[in-house]
T-cell receptor, first 109, second 116 residues
Framework: TQLLEQSPQFLSIQEGENLTVYCNSS?????LQWYRQEPGEGPVLLVT?????EVKKLKRLTFQFGDARKDSSLHITAAQTGDTGLYLC?????????FGPGTRLSVLP | DVKVTQSSRYLVKRTGEKVFLECVQD?????MFWYRQDPGLGLRLIYF???????EKGDIPEGYSVSREKKERFSLILESASTNQTSMYLC???????????????FGPGTRLTVT
């Protein structure tokens, strides 16, 4: 069974702070995706990374795929209240996706 | 923009009822998926389909079946609903080709099913 672990499980910060959340596995993935999910809604795709060491930026969000394609990080600069949500990582292995349990982020005004 | 729609946002059914959840995508994606999401357990794959009339079991197919008669539509069927099938059900689709695009799943808004 391929497992993805995410840390921290919960994170509560003030608006304007920076933060990093992590997604780790012992398995090698063909690609890794990050999603944000708001309560009562489906996950929304933020980014896909496919190359080991790849870094992608989406406004204040920076995503990195580990060199060995086993882990990834998401860094948010100057967090805003609109960043609040559940952040999920998913790795593509074999034919399908494996999802991590998520990091629940609360950004307080 | 990719759009994945699900037939109901909220559904309440009684134990033993047959339940149909429908999903439609408008981007001509070959692959479609059904997941359930439960607190503490994350997203778990129930079934997926990579083509019309094709289906494959995911990690937790027991108690469920699926139907894909048209490319844009993927239905999840609970033959006899039970209380342990109370959950958030999420449908997703993705294309087959494209270096990065083929890994990009697009989700519907979800159906919150309660079985009493």
């Amino acid at each position: 069974t391929q497992l993805l672990e995410q840390s921290p499980q919960f994170l509560s910060i003030q608006e304007g702070e920076n933060l990093t959340v992590y997604c780790n596995s012992s398995s090698v993935f063909s690609s890794l995706q990050w999603y944000r999910q708001e309560p009562g809604e489906g996950p929304v795709l933020l980014v896909t990374v496919v190359t080991g060491g790849e870094v992608k930026k989406l406004k204040r969000l920076t995503f990195q795929f580990g060199d060995a394609r086993k882990d990834s990080s998401l860094h948010i600069t100057a967090a805003q209240t609109g960043d609040t949500g559940l952040y999920l990582c998913a790795g593509y292995y074999g034919q399908n996706f494996v999802f991590g349990p998520g990091t629940r982020l609360s950004v307080l005004p | 923009d990719v759009k994945v729609t699900q037939s109901s946002r909220y559904l309440v059914k009684r134990t033993g009822e047959k339940v149909f959840l429908e999903c439609v995508q408008d981007m001509d994606h070959e692959n479609m998926f059904w997941y359930r999401q439960d607190p503490g357990l994350g997203l778990r794959l129930i079934y997926f389909s990579y083509d019309v009339k094709m289906k494959e079991k995911g990690d937790i197919p027991e108690g469920y079946s699926v139907s894909r008669e048209k490319k844009e539509r993927f239905s999840l069927i609970l033959e006899s609903a039970s209380t342990n099938q109370t959950s958030m059900y999420l449908c997703a689709s993705k294309p087959t080709s494209g270096r990065a695009r083929r890994y990009e799943q697009y989700f519907g808004p979800g159906t919150r099913l309660t079985v009493t």
